[in-house]
């Protein structure tokens, strides 16, 4: 079955800062990779979606991510921070024929001033 | 446009309580529909889903159900709470074949069960 890992359950930047937010990834076949946001008490929205057309996808607040199979990578970037990104990340997998979208255990980004 | 409905959106409830959730969709017809169970410090966990009216499947074994009575309406339920049913549990909904799909979310239902 497919499952997703998110290396680190926290990360902090500094405003104007990279982010980088890790996410692996296993599945035994072609996967479907998928970020998405959750500000506090609130449901998820999608970042970006890889379903196999261009390794580097671009999302909505100017996020990216990259989609590397030789590393079964796919983690999210941001090249300046704003406060406004805080919030919690999570990585989720899901491959054709299945029902199940996987996700990871989440990443809480925190952006200081 | 499409949106989604949860309610109600913050629940306090005893041990060995009954439990109903509410989920709809509005703005799409025969949804992919789906409950996550989000505890604290952890991820989503799929707890059912549904491809169609009366068709409901288990991720989970436990003490909650789910129902599907109409198209667009996804309800979860319990009749005894554990605390252990603690959580923020999501309802989605997806349009397409299998979960590759984009899934949305609802805003989500905080439980706390004492």
């Known amino acids: 079955a497919q499952s997703v890992t998110q290396l680190g359950s926290h990360v902090s930047v500094s405003e104007g800062a990279l982010v980088l937010l890790r996410c692996n990834y296993s599945?035994?076949?072609?996967?479907?990779l998928f970020w998405y946001v959750q500000y506090p008490n609130q449901g998820l929205q999608l970042l970006l979606k890889?379903?196999?057309?261009?390794?580097l996808v671009k999302g909505i607040n100017g996020f990216e991510a990259e989609f590397k199979k030789s590393e079964t990578s796919f983690h999210l970037t941001k090249p300046s921070a704003h406060m406004s990104d805080a919030a919690e990340y999570f990585c989720a997998v899901s491959e054709l024929g299945t029902w199940d979208m996987r996700f990871g255990a989440g990443t809480r980004l925190t952006v200081k001033p | 446009s499409q949106t989604i409905h949860q309610w109600p959106a913050t629940l306090v409830q005893p041990v060995g309580s009954p439990l109903s959730l509410e989920c709809t969709v509005e703005?799409?017809?025969?949804?992919?529909l789906y409950w996550y169970r989000q505890a604290a410090g952890r991820g989503l966990q799929l707890l059912f889903y549904?491809?169609?009216?009366?068709?409901i499947s288990s991720e989970v074994p436990q003490n909650l159900s789910a129902s599907r009575p109409q198209d667009r309406q996804f309800i979860l339920s319990s009749k005894k709470l554990l605390l252990s049913d603690s959580g923020f549990y999501l309802c989605?909904?997806?349009?397409?074949?299998?979960?590759?799909?984009?899934?949305?979310f609802g805003p989500g239902t905080r439980l706390t069960v004492l």
């Open positions: 890889y379903t196999s057309a261009a390794t």
């Open positions: 549904s491809v169609g009216i009366g068709q």
């Open positions: 703005g799409t017809s025969n949804p992919n």
């Open positions: 599945s035994s076949v072609p996967p479907y």
């Open positions: 989605a909904w997806s349009v397409g074949t299998y979960a590759y799909n984009e899934q949305f």
